[in-house]
């Protein structure tokens, strides 16, 4: 149990004069052709007697996957032989071939690199990187491969068929009646299809060796579960009547969070026991939401979870609401200044009312983030977070797609994910502030109203539980910091297929519960999707750890939330590992990354530390081009050799001065580093000026056992890597080490003594009698005491 209050740790006495580094970029060669050829013939061999052996309705038909690089000519490409069907990734098609044509692409294969060929488009055979087979695991959909075939008798599986030509071509017509022969033939009953030019799907009932055979059918594309979950008409139309009378308000002392957004509705029964003061901005309403976005977002950061709340009927206020209107009824900058205004209102709850941390759900829809210079609603919210040591917690805005160019080009469903990551879905103004913590989208139902009560396939939503939300914005933020730092619950949404319009998204049903501004005569409760109702969430956490730790900085209150943010394996499985690859190698960055930052909160040991996870917390100053050191005060236990795995975690937080005309923006750069050595001695002679002809600069440790680059994290003014460790050795201690470096430019803009947070999180989980906090408390007391003797 996470019952043990945090600890915190001191740096030792030790200050270093900061040494530089030197970096080598390296090089890749380019192999040889012909031999390039020959390889691409083994594999077209091997996947031929593969693709023979599937299942098929159309006889000497057969279906090859394409791995390639760069751009690949796929119009030509039946000048090999092969047709394309489908790109499954940027750099993964899957192509149609008979026995002509296989005949036909063995053969220039054979050809390729010869001095006497004369091959036409030898570019696309030279682009291809292997041939390979869509196999029955391809054809899973995330849902399937998570939760794997239902165990009834007889069940509904969701059935893709490649979409071959156009809905009504004379091929696909063939294409769908052989394959509805072929049905009949092995006794699988259709209860539904659906026709369109980028869709071809059957809702086949089944039994499991039916769906076994269907998962090794050459003429499918994807096997999916039908959507299941979603919020029901029932916990919407929720009368006044079922809440408990008599809500308690929170302490006097509890932490006092601040909404600015379109007002909010201070009578709502949920709302009011929390509400402490509003005001407006922008007109007269005094505060009243007009809209009834603020007080949706009002409701989340109160009570996070409000699923959770209503199905058990609990609901207590643990934080202050002060509600500032700064939008319109329309949930829209007013013709004002949003800066300005955005500076008066923060300005006035912070002097006049103390709050310390503030929700911002809104975003400049005009302002994407050019990847150059942060201006506008950042830059302002970037002064202000270090002016009055606040915390921002911002949305990264709301994706609703582009044209010219179209994104997606054609389906919302099937161009998921890959159009998160296009250019015009990048976040936008004031999610790229460096000094506010970003909040991105994730999905928790994937059935709307209507799905869930009629059978046919009417809607379908892109995610499902815990993936990316097929509205929310990727990062990064300026010169490669990572953006959104977090991702929390915002809704999905699905696309009418039957209409032809699939970029027309519908989301009633699969949104987030929480406070409807117009419950007079109605439902107490909403529903409604958005990072907007992502961001709160993440407000919410931050307003219980404040009121855990009233003294925390809002330094400290963003490592708290970050160090505890994990990237749930239902994130990185959304991308294929061909697009996470080539997204790699284009970016030299991570797909999942850039879409999630460092993840989802795990609240288990957010507030508390327990006997097998301990956090430690540091808030100091630091000068410049100095380093601090902080030695982790491990016992026997955690470093013992015997092979179990261990964490350490680390993540340190500044809110650096920062300048538009700057393209590097902030006028402070600080780091860390996590080493291990026998003493501190022999660690700060690494990283002292005075030793750099003798010593190298020492990077992080077991690097291979970490999940985020230095370099990486390094970009941004909150930082957080894990190690997990297999067999550490006993003899050797652990380090952090913090270093200061201002821009030439920016020392005149800094503090001489600049604050930062240092977070680590010690977990030694498969140890069932792990003694870990009372260990680690003891070996902090001796370290103090003997601090003491050494100051008499």
């Known amino acids: 149990m996470a019952n043990y209050e945090h600890l915190k740790i001191e740096r030792e006495l030790l200050e270093n004069e900061r040494r530089t580094r030197k970096i080598n970029i390296p090089r890749h060669p380019r192999g040889?052709?012909?031999?390039?050829?020959?390889?691409?013939?083994?594999?077209?061999?091997?996947?031929?007697?593969?693709?023979q052996s599937q299942q098929t309705s159309r006889p000497g038909n057969f279906v090859l996957k394409i791995r390639y690089t760069g751009l690949l000519d796929i119009t030509h490409l039946n000048k090999h032989g092969i047709e394309f069907v489908s790109q499954e990734d940027n750099h993964l098609c899957v192509v149609f071939v008979d026995e002509t044509g296989m005949a036909v692409f063995a053969d220039h294969l054979q050809r390729l690199g010869l001095d006497d060929a004369e091959l036409t488009y030898k570019q696309i055979l030279e682009a291809i990187e292997g041939i390979d087979n869509w196999t029955s695991e391809d054809r899973k959909s995330w849902a399937l491969r998570r939760n794997g075939l239902p165990r009834s008798e007889k069940f509904l599986l969701d059935v893709e068929l490649w979409p071959v030509a156009v809905a009504y071509h004379p091929e696909r017509l063939s294409t769908c009646d052989a394959f509805e022969r072929w049905l009949v033939h092995n006794g699988i009953r259709r209860t539904d299809k659906v026709n369109l030019d980028s869709l071809i799907m059957y809702r086949l009932e089944v039994n499991s060796s039916q769906a076994n055979v269907l998962l090794n059918h050459s003429d499918v594309r994807l096997v999916d579960l039908p959507p299941k979950s979603g919020i029901h008409y029932s916990q919407l139309n929720c009368d006044i009547d079922r809440i408990p009378e008599g809500i308690l308000s929170p302490t006097h002392q509890a932490a006092r969070v601040c909404v600015l957004d379109s007002g909010v509705n201070t009578n709502h029964p949920l709302l009011a026991p929390a509400i402490a003061e509003s005001e407006d901005f922008i007109g007269d309403t005094g505060g009243m939401d007009l809209n009834g976005h603020g007080t949706a977002v009002a409701g989340v950061a109160l009570y996070g979870d409000l699923e959770a709340c209503n199905s058990t009927n609990y609901w207590h206020p643990e934080l202050w609401i002060f509600n500032g209107r700064i939008l319109d009824e329309n949930a829209e900058f007013d013709s004002s200044s949003i800066e300005k205004t955005l500076m008066e209102a923060v300005t006035y709850f912070v002097e006049e009312h103390q709050c310390r941390i503030f929700n911002l759900s809104l975003g400049n829809s005009n302002a994407p983030y050019d990847n150059r210079h942060i201006r506008g609603i950042a830059y302002v919210l970037d002064k202000l977070a270090r002016d009055f040591n606040i915390l921002f917690v911002v949305s990264a805005g709301n994706f609703s797609g582009s044209i010219d160019p179209d994104v997606p080009r054609h389906s919302w469903r099937d161009e998921y994910p890959e159009y998160l990551l296009a250019d015009e879905s990048i976040i936008i103004d004031p999610a790229p502030a460096l000094n506010v913590l970003t909040v991105g989208s994730l999905a928790r139902h994937n059935a709307t109203f209507d799905a869930q009560r009629y059978p046919e396939i009417g809607q379908l939503a892109p995610a499902t539980e815990n993936q990316p939300s097929p509205f929310t914005r990727h990062g990064p933020t300026i010169k490669g910091a990572i953006k959104p730092e977090l991702v929390a619950m915002g809704g999905n949404l699905a696309s009418p297929i039957r209409t032809g319009n699939e970029l027309n998204a519908v989301m009633r049903g699969m949104g987030v519960l929480?406070?409807?501004?117009?419950?007079?005569?109605?439902?107490?409760?909403?529903?409604?999707?958005?990072?907007?109702?992502?961001?709160?969430?993440?407000?919410?956490?931050?307003?219980?750890?404040?009121?855990?730790?009233?003294?925390?900085?809002?330094?400290?209150?963003?490592a708290l939330l970050v160090n505890h943010a994990n990237m749930l394996s239902e994130i990185e499985s959304s991308f294929p590992e061909d697009m996470k690859k080539s997204y790699r190698s284009a970016n030299g960055r991570d797909a999942f990354r850039d879409i999630a930052g460092y993840g989802a909160v795990d609240e288990g040991e957010l507030f508390r530390s327990s006997q097998n996870a301990v956090v430690l917390m540091a808030e100091e100053k630091i000068e410049n081009n100095s380093h601090h050191f902080f030695e982790l005060p491990l016992p026997d236990d955690f470093l013992r050799s015997q092979r179990a795995s261990r964490e350490i975690r680390v993540t340190l937080s500044y809110c650096p001065a920062v300048r538009t005309t700057r393209i590097d923006y902030v006028a402070t750069k600080m780091s860390f580093r996590l080493v291990k050595d026998q003493s501190l001695e022999s660690v700060q002679r690494h990283f002292n000026h005075s030793t750099q002809d003798e010593t190298k600069t020492r990077n992080d440790d077991a690097t291979s056992n970490r999940d985020i680059s230095a370099e990486l994290r390094g970009?941004?003014?909150?930082?957080?890597?894990?190690?997990?460790?297999?067999?550490?050795?006993?003899?050797?201690?652990?380090?952090?080490?913090?270093?200061?470096?201002?821009?030439?430019?920016?020392?005149?803009?800094?503090?001489?003594?600049?604050?930062?947070?240092?977070?680590?999180?010690?977990?030694?989980?498969?140890?069932?009698?792990?003694?870990?906090?009372?260990?680690?408390?003891?070996?902090?007391?001796?370290?103090?005491?003997?601090?003491?003797?050494?100051?008499?």
């Not at 040889?32 to 693709?51: C, I, N, P, V, W």
């Not at 961001?535 to 009121?547: D, E, K, M, V």
């Not at 894990?722 to 201690?733: C, F, G, H, L, M």
């Open 514 to 558: 929480t406070c409807n501004s117009r419950f007079v005569g109605n439902t107490l409760f909403s529903e409604i999707s958005g990072t907007s109702f992502a961001a709160p969430y993440i407000t919410h956490l931050a307003g219980r750890l404040l009121n855990n730790y009233p003294k925390a900085s809002a330094n400290l209150l963003r």
């Open 715 to 792: 970009k941004g003014t909150v930082q957080s890597s894990t190690w997990r460790i297999k067999q550490p050795k006993p003899s050797e201690k652990w380090f952090v080490v913090i270093t200061r470096q201002d821009r030439d430019w920016g020392e005149a803009l800094s503090f001489e003594q600049e604050d930062y947070a240092l977070v680590v999180t010690v977990t030694d989980r498969e140890n069932e009698e792990a003694q870990l906090y009372s260990q680690i408390s003891q070996r902090i007391e001796l370290k103090a005491r003997e601090r003491a003797r050494a100051r008499v």
């Open 32 to 51: 040889d052709l012909r031999g390039h050829g020959q390889k691409l013939s083994r594999d077209l061999t091997e996947s031929f007697k593969f693709a």
